[in-house]
């Protein structure tokens, strides 16, 4: 595996400030349990910098952040669809249990794209997130309050009573973060950590943020290997994990 360039001195949480691919790329078959993640979506306009979003507020200040901080969230779609095919695959390569995707509908030119029409690996349990509310009231449908968590593969462990949560969970999104435009509220890796890896395993999660993922890890008793390819989103992780462990 790829150096960490941070670890806890157990060395049970192992950082990198890499991409995804190449940190995948270093990972043997089967290196981990689980994984638990949140890819870019791919949902910024191609004109962000261009309209000069950084002078404005609200949401533009919002898409303004996640422009000015490493995301490459505005790929021409196919080849975004390709990219983030080849991730879950590589995703199932080194997990020997499931692979936890987050991911959502998302509309261009009027046509939702579901995740699953291009990510096409063998589901086995599928997660509503119900958000509690949408930013979108105008958008003539159903104002989206959703998103999915997907889970590619088979489990190589199950904690059955983690079943009695059923499949839509209503937890709120983290609001006015500063570490990061979009972290997962912390309730969303706990459960699927606690569900499908075994105690004392190891947790991945390639596209890291501000590491909520790592600390669920800190908190249940898991090992973790993490990256995000941004230095600012990288460091944010280092020092919750600092502060948490
Ligand atoms: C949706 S956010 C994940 C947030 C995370 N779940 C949290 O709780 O903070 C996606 C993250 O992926 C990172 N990222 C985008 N492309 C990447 C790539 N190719 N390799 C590694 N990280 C990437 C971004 O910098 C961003 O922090």
């Given at each position: 595996m790829r150096f960490p360039d941070f670890q806890t001195p157990d060395g049970r949480i192992q950082l990198h400030c890499c991409d995804a691919g190449e940190l995948l790329a270093s990972l043997d078959d089967g290196a981990v349990d689980i994984v638990v993640t949140s890819p870019p979506y791919?949902?910024?306009?191609?004109?962000t910098r261009a309209y000069g979003f950084?002078?404005?507020?609200?949401g533009d200040r919002w898409l303004a952040k996640v422009a000015d901080e490493?995301?490459?969230?505005?790929?021409p779609e196919p080849l975004y669809q390709h990219w983030l095919a080849m991730i879950v695959a590589e995703l199932r390569r080194v997990s020997k249990g499931l692979a936890w995707v987050n991911h959502k509908l998302r509309f261009r030119e009027g046509c939702g794209l579901h995740p699953l029409r291009f990510l096409p690996e063998p589901v086995w349990s599928e997660v509503i997130w119900?958000?509690?509310?949408?930013?979108?009231?105008?958008?003539?449908?159903?104002?989206p309050s959703h998103e999915y968590l997907i889970g590619f593969g088979r489990p190589h462990?199950?904690?059955?009573?983690?079943?009695?949560?059923?499949?839509v969970w209503q937890i709120a999104p983290e609001r006015g973060?500063?570490?990061?435009p979009c972290p997962f509220p912390i309730e969303i890796p706990r459960r699927l950590i606690a569900a499908s890896c075994p105690p004392g395993g190891v947790v991945l999660d390639?596209?890291?943020?501000?590491?909520t993922t790592a600390l669920a890890c800190l908190e249940l008793g898991r090992r973790f290997i993490g990256c995000d390819r941004s230095a600012e989103y990288f460091a944010c992780a280092r020092q919750n994990v600092v502060n948490a462990a």
């Open positions: 791919n949902t910024l306009p191609a004109d950084r002078r404005r507020s609200g490493g995301y490459d969230d505005q790929l119900d958000r509690r509310g949408s930013l979108a009231m105008n958008c003539a449908r159903f104002a462990w199950w904690d059955d009573s983690c079943n009695t949560l059923l499949s973060c500063l570490e990061h390639p596209f890291m943020g501000r590491g």
